[in-house]
């Protein structure tokens, strides 16, 4: 599952080592050890697998005493030992991993959590160019829903689709002539109406975009009680920090962009032994 991502890091490293890490090149052959640190108090470790098959390429042996997901205190999270030039060279790129993803699976655990399993908190696209794919693990590893992971996971219908087919139904339509059966159909709704000519069309997901949360749960319980098997999901404006309003039993799942657009790193560092 990882490989296209550990090759594409491998490349990086090799590409930030250039011809010659001249710093550590008289290192060479000289084994060391050391420690991965969490300077902060707590976080939701993700990119362990990772960081264990890349050190793997440069003959490193590392050992987490955690796993992605696990959610670790601070201090050390890990031991590292193997030839000094590679372990330098490697450095600072496992740790950016690290902190990159274990800011995302933090972020999204501490939503999930103030759900209490009421709704799905999913991911959205709006990824950083290169890593999505590492992001969308880390929502994995801090209990969130990784939302499409291409444009073929999922036909979604979005505004600019609709003005170009000319209404909600007919976009609908002519997706459905060349949609596989094992895929499904999503209808971004900006307005009660669209919604509900979405499910008339046969949408099996709509998304209220936009909507406040008490116009949310009321067009959401509307839609239920005529189409029960619909799946509803909210985003747009969603704002994680007030997750807690936008909870209601007719909502499925609620989708916020900034689990990915807006990361906080989370401190790790390296320390020889």
Do not use: W
Not at 71 to 90: P, Q, R, T
Not at 113 to 134: C, D, L, Q, S, Y
């Amino acid at each position: 599952m990882h490989e296209k991502i550990v090759d594409a890091i491998v490349e990086l490293i090799r590409k930030d080592e250039h011809f010659i890490d001249f710093a550590s090149y008289p290192l060479r052959g000289k084994n060391v050890s050391g420690e991965i640190l969490l300077k902060e108090p707590s976080a939701v470790v993700s990119g362990v697998e990772i960081v264990q098959d890349v050190c793997k390429r440069f003959n490193l042996t590392i050992q987490f005493s955690c796993k992605d997901g696990d959610v670790v205190k601070k201090g050390s999270v890990a031991k590292i030992s193997g030839d000094a030039y590679n372990l330098l060279i490697c450095e600072r790129t496992i740790l950016n991993i690290l902190s990159f993803m274990s800011g995302v699976a933090t972020k999204v655990r501490n939503i999930v959590e103030k759900t209490n399993g009421k709704v799905k908190i999913a991911a959205t696209r709006k990824t950083i160019p290169f890593v999505g794919e590492m992001q969308k693990l880390a929502v994995i590893h801090g209990g969130g829903d990784t939302h499409r992971l291409n444009l073929s996971d999922c036909a979604m219908i979005k505004d600019n689709h609709i003005k170009l087919y000319g209404s909600v139904s007919e976009a609908v339509k002519q997706v459905k002539k060349v949609l596989s059966f094992s895929k499904n159909i999503e209808v971004e709704a900006e307005t009660e109406q669209m919604a509900f000519e979405a499910c008339e069309a046969g949408a099996d997901i709509v998304m209220l975009d936009n909507f406040s949360p008490q116009e949310a749960c009321r067009v959401a319980k509307a839609l239920k009680e005529k189409y029960p098997n619909v799946i509803i999901e909210l985003s747009g404006g969603v704002n994680p920090d007030k997750i807690e309003e936008y909870l209601c039993e007719y909502i499925d799942v609620i989708s916020i962009g900034r689990l990915t657009s807006e990361v906080k790193y989370i401190d790790f560092s390296l320390e020889i032994e």
